[in-house]
Structures are given as structure tokens and as C-alpha cells.
């Protein structure tokens, strides 16, 4: 497990990454010292700071001790997350259940897999279509987001009333802001 992890993290460029676990509060424990008993090429580098958090729906059954500091809900940038999407393949798998009941193990195994590649594939080269569908809908939940008052000033989601909101409603409803302000339909920038 260590070995996968890490390798899939090796040599990554990214200064933030937000690790989704259901026992990530187990997992995490002691991660680092295990981490540098592996081979250096394995190692996560120290510009990379990594947060481990529990899925949404899996959290309420862990120990009151794990609640806040493994909640999505708690977590800068991430609060809205639910951590819950590697769950989603289970509708997908389902549809085959009747085949691989049917099969000896290696064939069960190779077949779960190729479905499972598959499902990634269509993830992964989905992601963009899934953000131009999605992004609309977040920028008005941003722009009606109440203000917290001990919220970081610098997030873009903090800042309310919106002036920018009715006009989410206008012409250019579906665009992103950066590109209505491109447009000169509004001077306003997100969150302000
Ligand atoms: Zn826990």
C-alpha cells in the first residue's frame, strides 16, 4: 500500500494534495517515517504538503476523535468535497456482477480490473466536459455563500453580498467569470 502511494506521489510537482481515504486517520499515522524507509526515489518532496481526510459519508462512523481533523468539511479549498467518488464505481460494477459471479477467480480479477481501467479512463477524459458542466452552478453557490467571520479573507468564496450574481442571470449565464469580464459584460471578478 506504502509502495502505491508513494509512487504514484514520487516526483510530483504539486505543492497541495488532499488525500481522500476512508481509514486515511489510520493510514496516516506514522506515514512519514514509513515513507523514509523506502528507496529516496519513492519519497514525496518536501515542497509537497499533504492532507489526509475521510470521505464524507464513511467519517460518521469513525471514533469522535477522527470527526474534525479528518472533515472535508473543515479543510481549506476543499470544503465542499465529499471524497466519496471512488465509491461511484460500485453503480458501474454492479452491471456485471451476473458475468464474474460466472468466473474462476483469475478471470473475476482481470475482468474487475479491465472495468475498473475503464472507469478511470472515462474519469479521467471526462474531467474537463465535467467542469464546464459543473462550473456555473459552484460560482453562484460561491457568489451566495454567507460570510464567515472567521473565514480567510483571501478565499475566493468568503466575500458576500455578490454584485457580480444578477447578472449570472444575463446574457452570459453559462460563461465563467474571467470570461465575462473578458467580454466586458462585467467588471467584477470572482468573489467580489
Ligand atoms: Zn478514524
Not at 504539486?14 to 517515517?33: H, P, V
Not at 492532507?51 to 471514533?63: G, I
Request: hydrophobic share 35%; net charge positive; charged share 20%.
Amino acid at each position: 500500500m506504502d509502495y502505491l502511494f508513494l509512487l504514484s506521489l514520487a516526483r510530483t510537482t504539486l505543492f497541495l494534495i488532499t488525500i481522500s481515504y476512508d481509514i486515511a486517520c489510520e493510514y496516516s499515522r506514522n506515514i512519514w517515517s514509513r515513507m523514509y524507509k523506502m528507496p529516496s526515489w519513492l519519497h514525496i518532496p518536501d515542497s509537497t504538503k499533504i492532507r489526509f481526510r475521510v470521505p464524507k459519508f464513511h467519517l460518521p462512523a469513525h471514533v469522535a476523535k477522527c470527526w474534525a481533523p479528518f472533515s472535508f468539511n473543515f479543510t481549506k479549498w476543499v470544503g465542499r468535497t465529499d471524497g466519496e467518488g471512488v465509491e461511484r464505481n460500485w453503480s458501474w460494477l454492479n452491471r456485471i456482477t451476473r458475468c464474474v459471479s460466472m468466473m474462476g477467480p483469475g478471470g473475476r480479477w482481470d475482468t474487475l480490473d479491465d472495468f475498473c481501467n475503464y472507469h478511470n479512463w472515462r474519469k479521467t477524459t471526462g474531467a474537463g466536459t465535467s467542469v464546464v458542466l459543473h462550473l456555473p452552478t459552484a460560482l453562484i453557490d460561491i457568489a451566495r455563500r454567507p460570510i464567515a467571520p472567521e473565514a480567510d479573507p483571501g478565499h475566493p468564496g468568503m466575500h458576500h453580498p455578490s454584485p457580480c450574481l444578477p447578472r449570472l442571470h444575463g446574457k452570459h449565464a453559462n460563461r465563467a467569470p474571467w470570461d465575462r469580464e473578458r467580454l466586458g459584460e462585467t467588471g467584477c471578478r470572482v468573489g467580489e
